[in-house]
Nanobody, 125 residues
């Protein structure tokens, strides 16, 4: 069983930055592709970024491309989401998720098995 705990959320003004962290435990972290998802009130949950097991492949939603960077440190069992040039529309609860064991990274929600509790990101005008 993999446990995931997000941290680093908060409130910032438009144009600001935040770095989210997700600490994993209970499983072989490097065997799982990882993703960051977000859900705003009244909106569907969406994958904003994903990273392969080795970290050599990354994928982003068009809405965050060039502004967000996903990375992972397998030695620390941690995945990060660096968020720059934040916009009000980035306001959401952000969730870390672990995908399927030894599988290729995807941005498909159904391919993720373990989820963190979420951390709130609020961007004000």
């Amino acid at each position: 069983q993999v446990q995931l705990v997000e941290s680093g959320g908060g409130s910032v003004q438009t144009g600001g930055s935040l770095r989210l962290s997700c600490a994993a435990s209970g499983g072989p972290f490097s065997n799982y592709p990882m993703g960051w998802f977000r859900q705003a009130p009244g909106k569907e949950r969406e994958c904003v970024a994903a990273i392969s097991r080795s970290g050599d492949s990354t994928y982003y939603a068009d809405s965050v491309k060039a502004r967000f960077t996903i990375s992972r440190d397998n030695a620390k069992n941690t995945v990060y989401l660096q968020m720059d040039r934040l916009k009000p529309e980035d306001t959401a609860v952000y969730y870390c998720a672990a995908g399927l064991f030894l599988r290729k990274v995807t941005m498909t929600e159904g391919e993720y098995r373990y989820w963190g509790q979420g951390t709130q990101v609020t961007v004000s005008s």
